[in-house]
């Protein structure tokens, strides 16, 4: 697929944004080597890149309709769709003060199913097909570690159960975006597997346990561009 001057549109969150946090300092910082430029420059593509740090899905139909009025793409525009890490959060204050009660994430799985179908159908009404990303997995204890700092970190493993529960509620999440990708007939970008296949795959994440570190960015590079030699 030859994609010099190719139009990309691309909607996520801060996986796409290339955010990585700096652990000198603890702040989010966009990483200025990130797969997307990197992309850009190895394929001469012209990227519009929507991703948002601390994207739902909810929040992203919203924008996605207001984008469409103001500046509808054209049928031949690629669409990447990436969503799902920050709809399967939890408040973890609420559930460290009180880890006896029910706690819902950010979106129930239920709707994210359904915003992301919306999304998707935003995009077929105009005769674009876009492609979803699937999650890129996480690194459960340095993620417990991380939403737990100033918290009850016992509280929060004990709502939880076990420490690996982050990442099988985390995996349903991405299973539903491949599910939903297949029920549409669309092409899915599997950055998951690329990285559970890939040697210590623990070592591509920040201190976090949920941002792509360098490493980690350059995993997801490799992936789409081998995507894109498939395509």
């Known amino acids: 697929m030859n994609l010099q001057n190719a139009h990309i549109n691309i909607w996520g969150d801060s996986i796409l944004k290339g955010v990585v946090l700096?652990?000198?300092?603890?702040?989010?910082?966009?990483?200025?080597?990130?797969?997307?430029?990197?992309?850009?420059?190895?394929?001469?593509?012209?990227?519009?890149?929507?991703?948002?740090?601390?994207?739902?899905?909810?929040?992203?139909l919203e924008r996605i309709k207001r984008s469409l009025i103001r500046k509808p793409p054209v049928h031949d525009?690629?669409?990447?769709?990436?969503?799902?890490?920050?709809d399967c959060d939890f408040r973890w204050d609420e559930i460290?003060?009180?880890?006896?009660?029910?706690?819902?994430?950010?979106?129930?799985?239920?709707?994210?199913?359904?915003?992301?179908?919306?999304?998707?159908?935003?995009?077929?009404?105009?005769?674009?097909?876009?492609?979803?990303?699937?999650?890129?997995?996480?690194?459960?204890?340095?993620f417990l570690d991380w939403v737990s700092r100033g918290l009850d970190r016992a509280n929060i493993l004990a709502w939880l159960g076990d420490v690996n529960r982050i990442y099988r509620w985390q995996e349903a999440y991405s299973d539903i975006v491949v599910q939903t990708a297949n029920a549409n007939g669309l092409r899915v970008l599997d950055v998951r597997k690329d990285f559970l296949v890939?040697?210590?795959?623990?070592?591509?994440?920040?201190?976090?346990?949920?941002?792509?570190?360098?490493?980690?960015?350059?995993?997801?590079?490799?992936?789409?561009?081998?995507y894109v030699e498939s395509a």
């Open 22 to 60: 700096d652990e000198t300092n603890g702040r989010y910082q966009v990483l200025q080597n990130n797969c997307v430029e990197r992309f850009a420059t190895l394929t001469g593509s012209i990227i519009d890149n929507h991703s948002s740090f601390g994207m739902t899905t909810g929040k992203a």
């Open 198 to 226: 890939s040697d210590n795959y623990a070592a591509k994440f920040c201190a976090d346990g949920m941002h792509p570190n360098e490493a980690g960015q350059t995993v997801i590079l490799d992936s789409i561009l081998s």
């Open 77 to 86: 525009d690629i669409v990447l769709i990436e969503f799902g890490g920050n």
């Open 96 to 142: 460290s003060a009180s880890p006896g009660e029910q706690h819902l994430p950010k979106t129930p799985i239920g709707q994210f199913g359904e915003a992301l179908q919306s999304i998707i159908d935003l995009f077929k009404s105009i005769d674009i097909r876009p492609v979803l990303m699937a999650l890129p997995p996480l690194e459960p204890g340095r």
